[in-house]
């Protein structure tokens, strides 16, 4: 028999779970990791949190929904194993940086539409843009004076196509170029 195998290996192993995601440098390693925990349904499975509300918005809570999907992870918080956000998003900066392929981590995002519908809007580019998308609600996000991370962008363009929704993205100076635009037909 497989050492790997054996249920109490498997067992010692999801009890220290945590310590494997920290050691993760690839996305296999954190499927590893989760499917171990899927395998015992009856212990639940908390996530750790992520301090940047556009990159939990549009990264960590779809992933969050991957994994319970994918691997059937028990939703808890008394007695739950953590899973920490750190490794998971060390994998998403390096796509965000450009370091990394895009599609390893596309592939573990599921967004959702949200329940509570939102107003079309014109908006900062930001975590609340990102929402208002996924409740799919037509947006305009304006983007900062120093930019945005292009790979952010390309995903929240991919997901309001994907969604249904519409999300355009202009700097101020182009909003206003539109905003004379329409001003000078009427």
Not at 55 to 66: K, N, R, S, T
Not at 75 to 87: F, L, N, R, Y
């Amino acid at each position: 028999m497989n050492l790997r195998r054996h249920p109490r290996v498997r067992a010692l192993a999801r009890r220290h779970v945590g310590y494997l995601l920290r050691r993760a440098k690839r996305w296999t390693n954190v499927d590893s990791a989760l499917r171990l925990l899927g395998e015992d349904r009856t212990t639940p499975v908390a996530f750790g949190r992520c301090d940047d509300p556009l990159v939990d918005a549009l990264y960590w809570q779809p992933f969050i929904h991957w994994a319970r999907e994918h691997f059937g992870l028990a939703k808890g918080a008394d007695g739950a194993v953590t899973v920490p956000a750190e490794p998971i998003l060390a994998l998403v900066e390096e796509y965000r940086t450009a370091d990394a392929p895009p599609r390893p981590l596309l592939k573990r995002l599921r967004h959702q539409l949200a329940e509570t519908p939102r107003e079309a809007a014109i908006l900062p580019w930001s975590a609340d843009a990102v929402r208002n998308v996924l409740a799919g609600a037509p947006t305009v996000a304006l983007l900062p004076d120093e930019g945005a991370q292009e790979a952010d962008l390309d995903l929240a363009l991919r997901v309001a196509t994907e969604l249904g929704g519409s999300l355009t993205v202009l700097s101020n100076k182009h909003l206003t170029r539109l905003l004379q635009a329409i001003g000078n037909r009427r």
